[in-house]
């Protein structure tokens, strides 16, 4: 660690090769990402303060919910579902609260969002009626189908991202499905087709 580094969060990934790597991040760089974030909101047409749900979390980040995030999460009408905690019984209640909270973006797994929208589709539970104008997905690759089942279901655009919790956002989709690079803190190398 550098001797200038002032203000530092420690973070980590979510363990997936094993073990998780620890790396701590200053102020600025959690500023940056949060404008790329809400840079790529913004060309969906929504904003800071729309309603959110977030279907996301490792167990390591969801043990560590505290009174400031659930603050903030109220401040910004953010609802965080556990994409770690999907049984049938789970389900149910996540559609109830997705229903209920009737956001204008989605945003999580492309994995979690697909599997809730295939459980409502086999019990004919309606979400396309919400308002929901996209569904934002990252941290996995965003197969075909996961994008058909989560743009029909619940009755929206996706768009696709591209980030790592050690990079943070490195890219967004727009609405004409290009995928624009968040050229001013990162460089991105393309090495092969």
């Not at 043990?63 to 953010?78: E, K």
């Not at 789970?90 to 609260?97: I, P, S, T, Y």
């Not at 994008?147 to 655009?157: D, M, P, T, Y």
Request: aromatic share 8%; glycine share 8%; charged share 25%.
């Amino acid at each position: 660690r550098s001797i200038r580094a002032r203000s530092l969060a420690r973070f980590n990934t979510g363990g997936s090769s094993g073990e998780p790597l620890v790396f701590f991040i200053g102020k600025e760089r959690v500023s940056h990402d949060v404008a790329a974030k809400w840079r790529a909101t913004r060309w969906w047409d929504v904003d800071i303060g729309d309603r959110e749900t977030v279907v996301w979390g490792s167990p390591i980040e969801l043990g560590s919910q505290d009174r400031l995030r659930s603050m903030r999460d109220l401040v910004l009408r953010t609802e965080l579902l556990p994409a770690f905690e999907m049984s049938e019984k789970k389900l149910d209640k996540f559609v109830l609260r997705i229903q209920q909270h009737k956001p204008k973006m989605l945003c999580g797994y492309p994995s979690a969002l697909s599997h809730i929208a295939k459980y409502a589709r086999s019990h004919d539970l309606v979400l396309d009626n919400l308002g929901i104008k996209v569904a934002f997905v990252t941290s996995e690759r965003l197969y075909d189908d996961q994008h058909a089942l989560i743009s029909e279901v619940f009755g929206c655009r996706t768009a696709n991202g591209y980030g790592g919790r050690d990079a943070g956002f490195i890219a967004h989709e727009c609405q004409q499905g290009g995928v624009h690079i968040t050229a001013e803190d990162i460089i991105v190398e393309v090495v092969d087709a």
